[in-house]
């Protein structure tokens, strides 16, 4: 049996490729929307991708089935029994037992994270014929944390998912052996839990010892209060919303791409005044010190895709303004993996080349936290923080206003407008987020706190919990 793991930082995602060395056939589990990777690596490995299948539809990302399906040569799609899904496929069920060459694939039925979740555990035949290898566990078991429940309604939907997971961790997943290697699909970086570890995969045996909400399964109630206590749990960005619905449909395949042209300024404010949005990509120091009127800022890197999700319309013609052009198909990807479509083009020589056709710029003011703590003292400015629940909890500053980033877009009429707003998070990144969509939907003078909340502990100014 032949194993390798694909981990995608910007969407906390890990997906698998699983081959038989000696049928050459393979599967391919949890896949993203650029399948690509994984036919590269087949191809390499002398594999045909011959299988196909997602633990559960998922709320964070676009599934590469439809790209799979839609090849010269598909692979036969599994899905769980017990989904309502609407794309081609052959159901699988609990109990099931599946063998290609030398692999062996129990299907599991866990449910708690969605109604339909399934795992896989894998045998290496080659190996030994009754010793689980790995477990395939998707949301169901995580690196040090469990996936969260509450994804697909209110509080009372959510406790009821709980206790199912109580039941599904006491009766199928602890009941493993130790041993057995765990590879989530969730990890690090994903808001799918609200404690994940920075390991890419973990035991049955090691949870069992650290896990600390795994811990609590033994009672009932205290297990159901610990997953869902939403003071842990991250904020759902916007485009979550849209993923799981077309998820169970089945996603269009995206066919053949053609890359979006470079425009000149012109084009651009062309574009602009057809109700275009500006995606403007570079960092929270380069955005602030001049950017297209009414551009968004969400830089380029491992958060992209959560915060750009968070902001855009899920119907938005995007224009893009880019660090360096070798950045154009990065971003385009973090796009399309979130389902919006391919952006309308990219600003030809970056902000050099607006800034020289004299068009109108704006700037973001960037304030250290020793400038802000004057202002907040003179009771000169409105202070908005926007970080996780978790973050919040842990320690902020007396008198702001929490509106959390994922939360924004729904709320902007919330912050308050009788003074300049300050925009504070962990660092800066998220805040010249919030601080862009703000100076885009509201008229409110607004300013980016850089070093976040980060830099007012490290400074020693007091924080209240």
């Known amino acids: 049996m032949w194993f390798q793991q694909f981990y995608l930082n910007s969407l906390g995602h890990a997906s698998y490729l699983i081959g038989d060395e000696k049928t050459g056939q393979a599967l391919v589990f949890d896949p993203r929307r650029d399948v690509e990777v994984y036919r590269q690596t087949a191809r390499d490995q002398g594999f045909r991708i011959t299988y196909a299948c997602d633990s559960h539809g998922h709320n964070d990302y676009l ?68 010793t689980p290898a790995l477990l395939l566990s998707g949301g169901a078991l995580l690196v040090g944390d469990l996936a969260r429940p509450d994804l697909l309604g209110g509080e009372e939907q959510a406790r009821r998912h709980a206790e199912v997971y109580c039941d599904t961790i006491q009766t199928k997943l602890l009941t493993l052996p130790d041993h057995v290697e765990v590879f989530p699909t969730h990890v690090a970086g994903s808001l799918c839990g609200g404690n994940i570890g920075s390991r890419l995969s973990t035991t049955l045996g090691y949870e069992k010892r650290t896990n600390a909400t795994l811990a609590e399964v033994a009672e009932k109630d205290e297990f159901v209060r610990q997953c869902i206590r939403l003071d842990n749990l991250p904020a759902v960005p916007p485009y979550w919303r849209r993923m799981r619905t077309q998820n169970m449909a089945g996603v269009d395949p995206l066919g053949v791409l053609t890359e979006p042209p470079a ?68 971003t385009i990807w973090q796009l399309l993996r979130i389902g919006y479509r391919m952006p309308v083009g990219w600003l030809a020589g970056g902000m050099s080349a607006w800034r020289t056709s004299a068009r109108p710029i704006e700037h973001t003011p960037q304030i250290t936290v020793d400038e802000l703590k004057r202002r907040l003292d003179a009771d000169a400015i409105t202070l908005l923080d926007v970080r996780q629940p978790a973050e919040w909890a842990a320690g902020h500053v007396t008198g702001a206003t929490f509106i959390t980033g994922a939360e924004l877009p729904d709320r902007l009429d919330e912050v308050p407008a009788d003074k300049p707003v ?35 502990q490290r400074a020693s100014y007091p924080t209240t919990t």
């Not at 570079?282 to 968070?310: D, K, M, Q, Y």
């Open 63 to 130: 599934s590469g089935l439809g790209e799979l399906a839609g090849s010269a040569h598909p692979p036969q799609v599994w899905g769980s029994a017990a989904g309502e899904l609407s794309y081609a496929h052959r159901p699988i069920a609990d109990g099931e037992q599946i063998e290609f060459g030398d692999v062996g694939i129990e299907v599991m039925h866990t449910p708690g994270h969605t109604p339909e979740h399934i795992s896989l555990l894998v045998y290496d035949r080659s190996a030994s014929a009754d």
């Open 422 to 456: 300050a925009v504070t998070c962990g660092s800066g990144y998220r805040s010249s987020v919030a601080a862009s969509l703000l100076a885009r939907e509201r008229d409110i003078p607004v300013i980016n706190v850089a070093g976040g909340m980060t830099a007012w």
């Open 263 to 330: 425009l000149p300024p012109d084009d651009v404010a062309a574009a602009l005044d057809g109700g275009a949005v500006v995606l403007d990509t570079r960092s929270p120091e380069a955005f602030g010190g001049g950017h297209i009127p009414g551009a968004v800022n969400v830089g380029l890197g491992s958060s992209f895709a959560t915060w750009a999700g968070t902001v855009l319309p899920a119907d938005a013609e995007i224009l893009l303004v880019l660090d360096r052009p070798g950045d154009l198909w990065e």
